[in-house]
C-alpha cells in the first residue's frame, strides 16, 4: 500500500515536470497559498489599499468554513476563506475558475450570510455583552465591516474590461447626479477578473499587481521565482510541487470544480436536457407539418409549372409587342425631336417678332408724341392766325372808314372785295 501511494505522489510529480508550482486557481493550492497569516495579512492589505491605522494588523481565519442559516429550513453555505481582523472586519474570499447559472446571485447569498454571520458574531462578543442593556439596544441594527472578495479565473462582464472592481451600495438619484458615492463602507464587494490582468513580469510595479500576478500564471511559470518578498516567496513555496505532500497534490489532482458547482452545473445540463427535448417534440410537430406542407407545396409547384409555361408564352408575346413599341417609341422620339428643333424655331421667330414689335411701339410711340406736339403748334397759328385776320378786318375797317377804296384795301391786305363790303 505505502509503494503504491509512493508511486502516486511520484506520478503526479512526474505530470507537473516543467512546472514548479501548483496552479493556486484551483481550490487545494489557492488554500496553500494563503496558509499563513502574514500572506494573506499581505494580500488584503495591498488588495483593499489599508494604510495606516486601517491596515490590518492581525487575523484570524479558516478554510471550509461552513456557515448555516434556518430561514426556515437549514441552509448551508462553504467559504473558501473566512477570516477577521483585530479590528471587527469579516472577510470572504472565494477563488472561482468557471461560471455557472445564477453566479452573480451566489455572490450576493454568500455576502449575506457573512452579514449575518458578522452580526451574530458581534452580537457573541465580550465587548457587546459587557454592554448595558440601553447600550445593547442601541446597537440593534449595528453591522459590522462585512468584505467579500471574488477571484474569478474567467471574464465577468460586470467588470467593464477591468481587471478589478469594486462594488457597493449607491444611490440611484445620487448616480443621476453625477455624485456616486457608496451609502456605507461597511459592505463591498472586490471582484478580481484575473482574464483582464494581462501585465507581464516587467510590468509589475507594486504588491497588488505581484499577487494578481502570482495567481494567475504561477502554475503556468517553468522555473523557480524569487520576489526578495518574504509573504510573496512564502506562498510560492508552500504550492511548489517538489514540496507538496501527498494529501495536497490528491487533493490538487481532483479539485476541477467543488461539488456544489458540480451540482449546479449538473442542474442546468438537465434545464438544457428538458429544453432541448421540448424544442425536439416541437420539432417532430413542425417536420410533420412540413411534410403536409411539401406534400402541398409539390402540388402548387405542379400548377406553378403550368403557369409558368403559360407565362413565357405571353412572355414572348409581351417581348414581341416591347420589341414594336420600342420601334414606334424611336419614331416618336425622332418626331419629338423634329417637333422641338421647329418649336426652337418658332421661339426664334417669335423673339425677333417681339423685338421688332418692341421696335415699332417705340416709333409708335414717337410718332404719336410729333403728331401731338404737330396739332399743338397747329392750334397756336390758327390762334395767332385768327389774331392777323381780325387785326387785318380790323385794319381794312378803319381805312375803310378813312375813305380808301375798297380796291386798295383788297390789293394790300389780301381780302376779296365782298369781304370788305361786309365789314
Same mark, same amino acid.
Given at each position: 500500500?505505502?509503494?503504491?501511494? =509512493?508511486?502516486?505522489?511520484?506520478? @503526479?510529480?512526474?505530470?507537473?515536470?516543467?512546472?514548479?508550482?501548483?496552479?493556486?486557481?484551483? /481550490?487545494?493550492?489557492?488554500?496553500?497559498?494563503f496558509d499563513d497569516e502574514t500572506t494573506l495579512k499581505e494580500f488584503l492589505n495591498?488588495?483593499?489599499?489599508?494604510?495606516?491605522?486601517?491596515?490590518?494588523?492581525?487575523? &484570524?481565519?479558516?478554510?471550509?468554513? $461552513?456557515?448555516?442559516?434556518? &430561514?426556515?429550513?437549514?441552509?448551508?453555505? =462553504?467559504?473558501?476563506?473566512?477570516?477577521?481582523?483585530?479590528?471587527?472586519?469579516?472577510?470572504?474570499?472565494?477563488?472561482? %475558475?468557471?461560471? $455557472?447559472?445564477?453566479?452573480? +446571485?451566489?455572490?450576493?447569498?454568500?455576502?449575506?450570510?457573512?452579514?449575518?454571520?458578522?452580526?451574530?458574531?458581534?452580537?457573541?462578543?465580550? +465587548?457587546?455583552?459587557?454592554?448595558?442593556?440601553?447600550?445593547?439596544?442601541?446597537?440593534?441594527?449595528?453591522?459590522?465591516? &462585512?468584505?467579500?472578495?471574488? =477571484?474569478?479565473?474567467?471574464?465577468?462582464?460586470?467588470?467593464?474590461?477591468?481587471?478589478?472592481?469594486?462594488?457597493?451600495?449607491?444611490?440611484?438619484?445620487? @448616480?443621476?447626479?453625477?455624485?456616486? @458615492?457608496?451609502?456605507?463602507?461597511?459592505?463591498?464587494?472586490?471582484?478580481?477578473?484575473? *482574464? %483582464?490582468?494581462?501585465?507581464?513580469?516587467?510590468?509589475?510595479?507594486?504588491?497588488? /499587481?505581484?499577487?494578481?500576478?502570482?495567481?494567475?500564471?504561477?502554475?503556468?511559470? +517553468?522555473?523557480?521565482?524569487?520576489?526578495?518578498?518574504?509573504?510573496?516567496?512564502?506562498?510560492?513555496?508552500?504550492?511548489? =510541487?517538489?514540496?507538496?505532500?501527498? #494529501?495536497?497534490?490528491?487533493?490538487?489532482?481532483?479539485?476541477?470544480?467543488?461539488?456544489?458547482?458540480?451540482?449546479?452545473?449538473?442542474?442546468?445540463?438537465?434545464?438544457? *436536457? !428538458?429544453?432541448?427535448?421540448?424544442?425536439?417534440?416541437?420539432?417532430?410537430?413542425?417536420?410533420?407539418?412540413?411534410?403536409?406542407?411539401?406534400?402541398?407545396?409539390?402540388?402548387?409547384?405542379?400548377?406553378?409549372?403550368?403557369?409558368?409555361?403559360?407565362?413565357?408564352?405571353?412572355?414572348?408575346?409581351?417581348?414581341?409587342? &416591347?420589341?414594336?413599341?420600342?420601334?414606334?417609341?424611336?419614331?416618336?422620339?425622332?418626331?419629338? !425631336? #423634329?417637333?422641338?428643333?421647329?418649336?426652337?424655331?418658332?421661339?426664334?421667330?417669335?423673339?425677333?417678332?417681339?423685338?421688332?414689335?418692341? #421696335?415699332?411701339?417705340?416709333? *409708335?410711340? !414717337?410718332?404719336?408724341?410729333?403728331?401731338?406736339?404737330?396739332?399743338? !403748334?397747329?392750334?397756336?397759328?390758327?390762334?395767332?392766325?385768327?389774331?392777323?385776320?381780325?387785326?387785318?378786318?380790323?385794319?381794312?375797317?378803319?381805312?375803310?372808314? /378813312?375813305?380808301?377804296?375798297?380796291?386798295?384795301?383788297?390789293?394790300?391786305?389780301?381780302?376779296?372785295?365782298?369781304?370788305?363790303?361786309?365789314?
Open positions: 500500500m505505502k509503494k503504491q501511494n =509512493v508511486s502516486n505522489v511520484e506520478r @503526479i510529480r512526474e505530470s507537473y515536470k516543467g512546472r514548479p508550482y501548483l496552479d493556486p486557481t484551483y /481550490d487545494p493550492a489557492f488554500k496553500e497559498f495591498h488588495l483593499l489599499h489599508l494604510e495606516g491605522k486601517e491596515k490590518i494588523e492581525q487575523l &484570524t481565519f479558516s478554510f471550509d468554513n $461552513h456557515l448555516r442559516l434556518r &430561514t426556515p429550513y437549514l441552509k448551508e453555505i =462553504v467559504f473558501d476563506i473566512y477570516a477577521t481582523t483585530a479590528s471587527g472586519r469579516f472577510i470572504n474570499i472565494e477563488m472561482q %475558475r468557471a461560471n $455557472h447559472s445564477f453566479f452573480l +446571485d451566489r455572490v450576493i447569498l454568500y455576502n449575506a450570510f457573512l452579514t449575518i454571520n458578522a452580526k451574530q458574531s458581534l452580537e457573541r462578543s465580550l +465587548d457587546f455583552q459587557a454592554l448595558r442593556d440601553f447600550e445593547k439596544q442601541h446597537k440593534l441594527y449595528e453591522l459590522p465591516e &462585512t468584505i467579500s472578495i471574488w =477571484v474569478c479565473n474567467f471574464d465577468l462582464k460586470e467588470t467593464n474590461g477591468k481587471y478589478i472592481d469594486t462594488w457597493n451600495l449607491y444611490s440611484d438619484a445620487a @448616480i443621476r447626479e453625477g455624485n456616486a @458615492i457608496p451609502i456605507t463602507q461597511k459592505n463591498k464587494y472586490i471582484i478580481v477578473n484575473l *482574464t %483582464r490582468f494581462t501585465k507581464s513580469l516587467k510590468e509589475i510595479k507594486n504588491p497588488e /499587481d505581484a499577487w494578481l500576478y502570482l495567481l494567475k500564471n504561477a502554475g503556468k511559470f +517553468d522555473k523557480i521565482q524569487e520576489f526578495e518578498n518574504f509573504a510573496l516567496d512564502s506562498a510560492l513555496e508552500r504550492i511548489r =510541487v517538489d514540496f507538496a505532500g501527498e #494529501e495536497l497534490l490528491n487533493a490538487q489532482e481532483s479539485s476541477m470544480l467543488t461539488q456544489g458547482e458540480i451540482n449546479c452545473r449538473l442542474a442546468e445540463i438537465a434545464l438544457k *436536457t !428538458e429544453e432541448f427535448q421540448r424544442k425536439n417534440e416541437a420539432f417532430q410537430q413542425q417536420s410533420k407539418a412540413f411534410q403536409q406542407q411539401k406534400e402541398e407545396f409539390q402540388q402548387q409547384s405542379k400548377a406553378f409549372q403550368q403557369q409558368k409555361a403559360e407565362f413565357q408564352r405571353k412572355s414572348e408575346e409581351l417581348n414581341h409587342k &416591347t420589341e414594336e413599341f420600342q420601334r414606334k417609341s424611336e419614331e416618336l422620339n425622332h418626331k419629338t !425631336e #423634329e417637333f422641338q428643333r421647329k418649336s426652337e424655331e418658332l421661339n426664334h421667330k417669335t423673339e425677333e417678332f417681339q423685338r421688332k414689335s418692341e #421696335e415699332l411701339n417705340h416709333k *409708335t410711340e !414717337e410718332f404719336q408724341r410729333k403728331s401731338e406736339k404737330l396739332r399743338l !403748334e397747329k392750334e397756336k397759328m390758327n390762334v395767332e392766325y385768327q389774331k392777323i385776320f381780325a387785326e387785318k378786318h380790323s385794319m381794312a375797317k378803319a381805312l375803310l372808314q /378813312d375813305g380808301v377804296a375798297i380796291e386798295v384795301i383788297a390789293k394790300n391786305f389780301g381780302l376779296s372785295v365782298e369781304e370788305i363790303r361786309a365789314l
